[in-house]
């Protein structure tokens, strides 16, 4: 089903990284106060980006505001059936929380997981900022060339209604420059209202997942970072407590390429004038522990933050971090447990963490990505927009406890993969208004620019999944890739879908609505599921039933969200071993059976053409409409 695409590299914010470089302290020892200069590059994407609109919403970031005018780069859309030019990101570092670059090669691949057409996620950055190599990275794919994005400008009148990110009633005082927006356009081309997108579409759930701002901006990247504690050469560092108070700096910063060992430490990074936002979610600004440009191992360790950006562990850059038998707590907003971004890399085994802030996954990453493994543990994320897992990179989880209270349990953007096994996943997401629905393990593309366009993979192998709330699996505006395994499936009591695979109308502003649908494949092996599978004609979905799986449920197509409709299609293949049982009415383009149909009560159910021919004349009160059909 896949097909090459012309993929859209946008990012929201401005594309220009300061350049230069600096002193750097060369302090091994404790309680040193220290600055690191950035070093960074200018990065601008360079594939042209024909940006579109629908004739009746304009989504993109607002470049300039009069009292009469606004002047928005619009976002594109994505061709009938196809899936959109730039897949959702995270907006807050939290849930709908990214993938960096992996070979995927791990012992924990799902046998038999089909192929995805996402290789590395992201490029390495170029270095962190600080110490000597700590330059903060270019954004994840570059940010794109302002120039090359269409531009509208819509004329506002008297009878313009604005609206918050919170679907409050504003005023034209809350547009400003770089703020991301969805414009609703009368007959005449006004804007009719003017609503704030949260965070450039992040995350899904309550706020946006993960971290900053959309694409945040220059600006978030820090010159330097400040730090109570800087190893810049090889160390090893035991029974030590570590203790932060101060705005916006790190209590243990790792830079200069040092190797350094953590044993039996305690952490404490408290602040309540700390600003977290994208330079916290980018690039570590804040977190209790940061890693740019180094080695660190920790072992044995107790990692506490109450302040805003105050990740436990970030790595990002060239930073490399391994620890193990750690207990992490985080309290404020914008706040992981375990973080990447930049490319960095980190190894967790064993690990007790907890989240209570908004934008907090407990497993975290953001711009520029990275790779995670992760194995053993509980990992407890308690806020809003606050995933159990926000995925901008390349992540590895077994043997895992992963729970999202007061969130979805995965937000997957773009070009990033998550990989579970024998885990056990929980989510929750709270009703929201700005959603078109409720679920509980969303891949899709949020428009702001934190993860790069591209197959979003989601592979669960044994464990269970139990969801809260809504439906089990969304995916939206973007290419997406699900694999099932033995899990263990717990459904909420409403079980509003088993899939849905449609576009969107979202509040956020998810790709231009009539054409932000998703490009599916959706494979079960030895799996069983029940629930409706939802999809729409913008989107393509090609589901296999294999190696003795068992669904029950229905096809609906629903046209709620597909504008004026395109050339999208449901298929459903049956193996030999495999069974689907029909609970109601169906409707999907090709089905091939060389398994068994029936209802629930074990008749034949007739299958048939949209023309009227039968294929097979069943004794089930349902029947299933296609346009191919194959025994």
Request: charge should be negative; proline fraction near 3%.
């Amino acid at each position: 089903m896949k097909y090459q695409k012309a993929l859209l590299c946008i990012t929201l914010a401005g594309t220009l990284i300061f350049s230069g470089c600096g002193s750097t302290n060369n302090s091994t020892g404790n309680n040193t106060n220290t600055s690191s200069s950035v070093e960074s590059t200018v990065e601008t994407s360079t594939e042209d980006t024909d940006a579109k609109s629908d004739e009746n919403t304009v989504t993109g970031m607002i470049s300039e505001s009069t009292d009469s005018t606004i002047t928005v780069a619009a976002m594109p859309g994505g061709g009938q059936g196809e899936a959109p030019g730039n897949p959702p990101s995270d907006n807050n570092g939290g849930a709908p929380a990214g993938n960096g670059n992996s070979d995927n090669n791990d012992s924990t691949e799902a046998p038999g997981k089909p192929d995805s057409d996402g290789a590395d996620s992201t490029e390495t950055p170029g270095n962190p900022p600080s110490g000597d190599n700590n330059s903060a990275p270019s954004d994840n794919g570059g940010a794109p060339d302002m120039g090359n994005m269409s531009t509208e400008t819509i004329n506002l009148t008297d009878s313009t209604v604005y609206y918050d990110k919170d679907g409050k009633e504003t005023t034209l005082s809350a547009l400003s420059e770089g703020t991301m927006a969805t414009i609703t356009l009368d007959d005449d081309g006004n804007a009719a209202t003017v609503t704030i997108s949260d965070n450039a579409g992040g995350q899904p759930g309550g706020n946006t997942p993960g971290g900053g701002s959309p694409g945040g901006s220059a600006s978030s990247q820090p010159e330097s970072y400040n730090a109570v504690t800087e190893y810049t050469e090889d160390t090893e560092v035991s029974d030590e407590t570590f203790s932060s108070t101060g705005s916006d700096e790190n209590a243990v910063l790792v830079s200069n390429g040092a190797n350094v060992t953590l044993k039996d430490i305690t952490l404490d990074r408290t602040s309540s004038d700390s600003t977290g936002g994208d330079s916290s979610s980018f690039y570590g600004v804040g977190a209790g522990l940061l890693v740019t440009d180094g080695t660190v191992t920790i072992d044995n360790a107790t990692i506490t933050t109450d302040s805003a950006g105050g990740a436990g562990i970030f790595s990002y850059g060239n930073g490399n971090v391994t620890v193990s038998d750690i207990t992490i707590t985080t309290r404020q907003d914008t706040s992981g447990g375990i973080h990447v971004a930049g490319g960095g890399t980190l190894t967790a085994k064993n690990l007790t963490v907890t989240t209570n802030g908004e934008s907090s996954a407990a497993i975290r990453s953001d711009r520029g990505g990275g790779t995670m493994t992760v194995d053993g543990g509980s990992y407890t994320s308690n806020g809003t927009g606050s995933p159990a897992v926000y995925c901008t990179a390349d992540i590895s989880i077994s043997n895992a406890a992963l729970t999202a209270n007061g969130s979805e349990a995965v937000c997957i953007e773009g070009l990033n993969s998550l990989k579970l096994t024998d885990c056990d996943l929980t989510g929750n997401i709270p009703e929201n208004e700005q959603n078109d629905c409720n679920w509980t393990v969303i891949l899709y593309q949020s428009m702001s620019g934190d993860s790069e366009v591209g197959n979003s993979d989601f592979s669960m192998t044994g464990g269970s999944l139990t969801s809260k709330n809504g439906g089990m699996f969304y995916t939206t505006n973007t290419e997406s890739t699900f694999y099932l395994s033995g899990v263990d499936l717990s459904y909420s009591d409403s079980n509003d879908f088993l899939l849905k695979c449609t576009g969107n109308s979202n509040a956020r502003g998810w790709g231009s609505s009539g054409a932000n649908g998703a490009d599916c494949e959706f494979t079960t092996d030895a799996q069983t599921m029940a629930g409706k599978i939802i999809w729409d004609s913008i989107s393509q979905l090609d589901v296999s039933l294999e190696n003795k799986s068992t669904w029950t449920g229905s096809f609906v197509q629903d046209e709620s969200n597909a504008g004026n409709g395109g050339d999208g299609y449901a298929n459903l293949t049956i193996d030999s071993s495999s069974t689907w049982i029909v609970d109601g009415d169906s409707t999907l383009s090709s089905l091939t059976c060389k398994g068994t149909i029936t209802d629930e009560d074990g008749n034949t159910v007739t299958v048939k053409d949209s023309d009227g021919t039968t294929y097979v004349e069943g004794t089930s009160d349902y029947t299933i409409t296609v346009s191919s059909y194959e025994a």
